[in-house]
């Protein structure tokens, strides 16, 4: 682990084996439930998951306290990429449930995937995905005045978000750099 707790070895392939690792957590549906719409839901609806989660980690890898953050947010990151791969491949290009049904993943329990395909078809939670998007959008977009004295860099990857460091990977945060560089 480096100064912000992310795995950097012994080698490459640890590391590599590791994420994996973390990645099949995220899609094991005892410890992460495709029930919840936020990751931030999971304590509140499940008691002590994410610590249940934790544990699970170190039980099977030597991984220090410090890193429990990281760990945690990253499998958080990579539950809800599944979700939306789950999504995008077996929702988004059929058009019917029946088809949907057909199509369904084999790695997730058919309890699991009714409930999402309940969700997904609901007026209500399209709105509010409709208006997430168009937020999005209205957050990254420029009008074509000021787009010409920006920034290449700055054109093609956006503004930063707060409390984030550009290249340095998740759990990075402008003041835990300045802390670094500061010797604090």
Known sequence: MNANFQPIGPDEQTVIDFVEFLGTLSRTSSLCPLTLDKWTDMNKVYKDAKEKMWDYVKKRWAVPNGAKKW??????????????????????PYETTKMRWKNRPEDVSDEDFKFLLKKWKDPKYKTRMEELQSQ????????????????????VMGKEHNGR????????????LGKASTGN
């Not at 787009?147 to 054109?155: E, K, N, T």
């Not at 460091?165 to 835990?176: A, D, F, I, M």
């Open 71 to 92: 760990v945690l947010q990253t499998i958080g990151v990579l539950w809800r990429d599944f979700k939306n791969r789950l999504k995008r491949d077996h929702y988004t």
């Open 136 to 155: 999005q959008i209205g957050k990254s977009g420029e009008d074509a005045e000021s787009s010409c004295s920006v920034d290449p860099f700055l054109a």
């Open 165 to 176: 460091v550009r290249l340095h990977g998740s759990g990075v945060t402008p003041s835990s």
